[in-house]
């Protein structure tokens, strides 16, 4: 397994228990407002469901061979994670905000990934 792929694998599970963490800690200690619960709560799912995608990233990179376009998507999950999802966890569970402006681009770049994703399944080899 290249080096590339092997991050995203291992930054997909540090992410997925990450977010267990968090939750955790959501759930029994952090006072949020109901507004704040709800963008936690969708931060995680996202973080959540894109450390799953990049596990079936890696699957698919190893069955079909991994092409420019599955690794752009790859470092376009990783981006978006830590710009989008990470980056509202910082700012409700520690009031760091001086990083706020990049949540939109972290949106953008999970956006793109899916994007070079499917051109990237579709420029897979058959085997």
């Known amino acids: 397994m290249s080096a590339v792929l092997r991050f995203f694998l291992v930054f ?5 228990s990450l977010s267990i963490g968090v939750s955790a800690i959501a759930a029994h200690g952090l006072l949020l407002t109901a507004q704040d619960a709800i ?3 969708w931060a995680l799912d996202l973080q959540r469901f894109h450390a799953l995608a990049l ?3 890696v699957v698919l990179a190893r069955q ?3 092409n420019a376009w599955t690794m752009v998507a790859g470092a376009m999950f990783v981006a978006g994670t830590l710009l989008f999802s990470l980056n509202i966890e910082l700012r409700l569970m520690y009031g760091i905000t001086y990083l706020r402006a990049l ?12 994007v ?3 051109i990237g399944c579709w420029r ?3 085997h």
Do not use: E, F, K
């Not at 997909?12 to 997925?16: K, P, V």
């Open 64 to 66: 079909g061979g991994p």
């Open 39 to 41: 963008a936690l709560a």
């Open 116 to 118: 070079a994703l499917a």
């Open 55 to 57: 596990l079936v990233l």
């Open 124 to 126: 897979m080899q058959s």
């Open 12 to 16: 997909a599970c540090a992410s997925a």
């Open 103 to 114: 949540v939109p681009y972290g949106g953008m770049a999970l956006m793109a990934g899916w």
